[in-house]
């Protein structure tokens, strides 16, 4: 079967730093795929050059067998690739119940969202919905500016889901999230994602997380792949316990 996202080749350099040096990777459809890495090792990267915020300099990229390379983010996010940020991306001086709305509405904008609002009153159920799937219907009414890091994190991941995306990439979605909120969070997040049957690559540091909610782990070191298999074995891995885990050999 055609894989959701095949990369070939994806090579990226800034100046002397090379964030990406002959990236393969496929992922099947239903995956959930953890990528890990110290920091600068090219995650953001990766998912910048998926979601069209970067050109690689080299590579392909495809997205159920077309090629997506040079297509501009909206593009690619209409053809069912969805993402959330490092740092959320949000208007914070409006409501969190505003930016769903917002989001709501670029997705019908865009025509080839599979769900369609019949009116606002079609798009504020849909809105409520999400943020009630995500354990935010509480903060609906408060202005973004307010709200903790935690909850920007998961309102950035409701957000990406408005379109019921195919493939969706979650950069670091439990940083900021206290610690005993990071199981639960990542909880409603898998739920989420189940429930919009979306293919999942998420970008994570926290190694029980990634034991806990990946199917597959991918490692990187200095723009390369040096690791790619189920969580257990990469994650006794000695090349990712030198580079990655930092835990004794
Ligand atoms: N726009 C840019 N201009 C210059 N250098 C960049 C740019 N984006 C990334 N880099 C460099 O490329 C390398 C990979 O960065 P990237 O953000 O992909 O790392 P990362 O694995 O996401 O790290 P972190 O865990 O800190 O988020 C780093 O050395 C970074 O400084
Ligand atoms: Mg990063």
Not at 113 to 119: E, K, N
Not at 120 to 146: H, I, M, N, T
Request: net charge negative; proline share 5%; charged share 25%.
């Amino acid at each position: 079967m055609t894989p959701v996202l095949a990369t070939r080749g994806l090579d990226k350099a800034f100046g002397a730093v090379v964030a990406a040096a002959g990236i393969d990777i496929d992922v099947p459809a239903g995956q959930r795929v953890s990528l890990i890495g110290s920091n600068g090792a090219g995650k953001t990267t990766f998912v910048n050059m998926v979601t069209g915020y970067l050109k690689p300099d080299r590579g392909t990229i495809a997205l159920d067998g077309e090629n997506i390379v040079g297509l501009a983010p909206r593009m690619i996010v209409r053809r069912g690739i969805c993402r959330s940020f490092q740092i959320p991306q949000l208007c914070v001086e409006l409501t969190a119940m505003a930016n769903m709305l917002v989001a709501c509405a670029a997705a019908e904008a865009s025509g080839l969202s599979s769900w369609r609002a019949p009116d606002d009153d079609g798009r504020r159920e849909r809105a409520e919905g999400l943020l009630e799937r995500f354990g935010l219907q509480r903060y609906g009414d408060r202005p973004v500016s307010e709200l903790p890091g935690g909850v920007r994190k998961l309102l950035d991941i409701a957000m990406a889901l408005t379109r019921k995306p195919r493939l969706l990439l979650l950069d670091e979605p439990t940083s900021g999230v206290s610690a005993e909120e990071k199981f639960p969070a990542m909880d409603r997040v898998m739920e989420a994602v189940a429930g919009e049957a979306a293919t999942m690559v998420f970008v994570e540091h926290d190694m029980d997380i990634v034991s806990a909610y990946a199917d597959r782990v991918i490692a990187f070191y200095a723009g390369r792949v040096i690791a790619d298999g189920v969580p257990a074995e990469v994650l006794r891995d000695a090349d990712v316990r030198r580079y990655v885990t930092g835990a004794a050999a």
